[in-house]
């Protein structure tokens, strides 16, 4: 690979992290405001409050970067980079086509689970590094959620590689057939509720729950690095919603013509995306013991029970 193909997919990588988030901002917005009925997101610019979104952004850029007097000055700056950062590099381990990845390597599955393991620890630095009670409360309740829901999205992810035989996300997509939506469905389930509680996002927004901790971890954050921690909120929606398009629904795979096989991929992402926000919008915040009790009792055991399924399909040669 030369140096300009190098340059040419990480510039890619970089537009695509800078773009896609920001259009699933900007969905949230207009499904959360059709489904409450709110109408202040649908008149900043005119037509569909098409400005709502550039309006937030010149709010946070406006507002003041404090820091506590007693925080740990150094941990509590880098805790935005550490939760955003790590979604850019699971992001350009996704394909989106065959051969349409800003990085190519043999075990990108294990690349994007680790990533999206690391963008957690940025909440805990918040909340440990802010000085504030109920920004460490915040961040402990991330730390525990991130244990509780980490084994079954990695089971649910193990069963789909051991199906298809590969810890390539290339080569799983390659591989998918429709038998997979049937066969693969449990460890899809698991997935995408592990998915949206490792986020933090409703209903297991425990760790923000604005109702207890003011605003969780992020209590003492203002401006560009509050907006950092939703941008890197909506970049865990992308990576979480492509990383379910390509294993469980085939990515490309589709009735466009080959050449666009990109464009279904993306549109697959979307509609998982929409899913997330409509589950947002839908059901109410759990309890910390509900939480606890979903991971352990129910999703953990039903991972366990796809591996042996898949297992047991693998040698009997379905």
């Given amino acids: 690979m030369t140096l300009l193909e190098v340059v040419a997919r990480a510039v890619a990588a970089l537009a695509a992290f800078l773009v896609l ?10 499904v959360m405001a059709h489904m409450q009925g709110r109408l202040g ?10 400005a ?12 003041e970067d404090l820091v506590p007097a007693a925080a ?20 350009a381990a996704l394909p989106v086509h065959p051969g ?5 390597v043999p075990g990108s599955v294990l690349l994007v689970l680790a990533a999206t393991s690391v963008g957690a620890l940025g909440t805990l630095m918040a909340g440990w590094s802010s000085g504030n009670k109920y920004s460490l409360i915040g961040g402990l309740r991330a730390a525990a959620q991130l244990v509780s829901y980490e084994l079954p999205l990695v089971l649910a992810v193990a069963s789909v590689a051991l199906a298809g035989g590969s810890l390539s996300l290339a080569t799983l997509a390659e591989r998918w057939s429709p038998w997979w939506l049937l066969w693969q469905l449990p460890g899809a389930l698991v997935f995408l509720l592990a998915g949206v ?10 760790p923000v729950a604005d109702a207890e901790l003011v605003m969780g971890a992020w209590t003492e954050y203002t401006g560009l690095r ?12 992308v990576v979480v919603s492509l990383l379910f398009a390509v294993l469980w629904l085939g990515g490309w795979h589709g009735p466009l013509p080959d050449a666009l096989g990109w464009l279904w991929t993306l549109g697959k992402g979307l509609l998982v995306a929409l899913a997330v926000i409509w589950v947002r919008v839908s059901w109410p915040r759990l309890r910390e013991d509900q939480l606890q009790r979903l991971a352990w009792l129910w999703l953990l055991p039903l991972a366990l029970a796809q591996v042996v399924l898949t297992a047991a399909g693998v040698v009997a040669g379905w």
Avoid at 43 to 48: I, K, N, R, V
Avoid at 197 to 206: G, I, K, V, W
């Fill in 226 to 237: 509050f907006a950092f921690f939703l941008l890197a909120e909506y970049a865990g929606i």
């Fill in 52 to 63: 709502q979104l550039v309006a937030d952004g010149v709010k946070f850029v406006q507002k």
């Fill in 100 to 104: 349409v990845a800003a990085l190519e």
């Fill in 21 to 30: 988030p920001l259009v699933v901002g900007q969905a949230e917005h207009k």
């Fill in 41 to 50: 997101p649908m008149y900043a610019g005119g037509f569909h409050g098409w």
């Fill in 72 to 91: 740990d000055r150094w941990v509590f700056r880098l805790a935005p980079a550490v939760a955003l950062v790590p979604y850019l590099v699971a992001l």
């Fill in 197 to 206: 509680a490792e986020l933090q996002r409703p209903p297991f927004d425990m």
